[in-house]
């Protein structure tokens, strides 16, 4: 199994700040990389996929990087609605999610 | 407006059975695949099954394996979980999800979600 790590496993940021979030994969697993957005009690939401191409309705303030094995997912501007857990999901071979990286307010 | 609606999460003892159901609406269900993820309490995302339009492909993550089945009915625009031998370790909100991947073979990742169904397993 291809296993997902992120970091950090939780962030403390105000709005209007940018924030990184970095995802290792065990091995390479090119572009299938994809990042949700999970809000307390809420399903995910899909931000980005293939690494850097952005979900229909999602702000641009959510960009995605990276390929083989490390990957960034990164929220310029952070808004008051971008407070959440945020999860990476390999899809190259079977899916397997990151832990998570909880996004909390400073 | 793509909508997904889990239904079938109980209480249910350890040893048990339960058939989780998911009734799609508002794309063209049979062109998409679907997958399953699951969620136990605090806990993070867990991906646990997928099957194609045509159900001829189907796959399952290796802590399911042997125990779980997927299964859909398009005329019915539902998918289906049928789970056995439940452990206390699968107590979680399970979520339906359609894949937005053009590949009708292998799952691709999730773009549409239901809101979830909650499945405790406890003596």
């Known amino acids: 199994d291809i296993q997902m790590t992120q970091s950090p496993p939780s962030l403390s940021a105000s709005v209007g700040d940018s924030v990184t979030i970095t995802c290792r994969a065990s091995q390479s697993i090119g572009t299938y990389l994809n990042w949700y957005q999970q809000m307390p009690g809420k399903a995910p939401k899909l931000l980005i996929y293939?690494?850097?191409y952005l979900q229909s309705g999602v702000p641009p303030r959510f960009t995605g990087s990276g390929s083989e094995t490390d990957f960034t997912l990164t929220i310029s501007s952070l808004q008051p609605e971008d407070f959440a857990t945020y999860y990476c999901?390999?899809?190259?071979?079977?899916?397997?999610f990151g832990p998570g990286t909880k996004v909390d307010m400073k | 407006e793509v909508h997904l609606a889990e239904s079938g999460g109980r209480l249910v003892r350890p040893g048990g059975s339960l058939r989780l159901s998911c009734a799609a609406s508002?794309?063209?269900?049979?062109?998409?695949?679907m997958n399953w993820v699951r969620q136990a309490p605090g806990k993070g995302l867990e991906w646990i099954s997928y099957i194609n339009g045509g159900s001829t492909s189907v796959h399952y993550a290796d802590s399911v394996k042997g125990r779980f089945t997927i299964s859909r009915d398009n005329a019915k625009n539902s998918v289906y979980l049928q789970m056995n031998g439940l452990r206390d370790e699968d107590s979680a909100v399970y979520y339906c999800a359609r894949d937005m991947s053009g590949s009708y073979t292998y799952p691709g990742p999730p773009d549409y979600w239901g809101q979830g169904t909650l499945v405790t397993v406890s003596s």
């Open positions: 508002g794309f063209t269900f049979a062109t998409y695949s």
């Open positions: 293939a690494a850097s």
């Open positions: 999901l390999q899809t190259y071979r079977a899916p397997h």
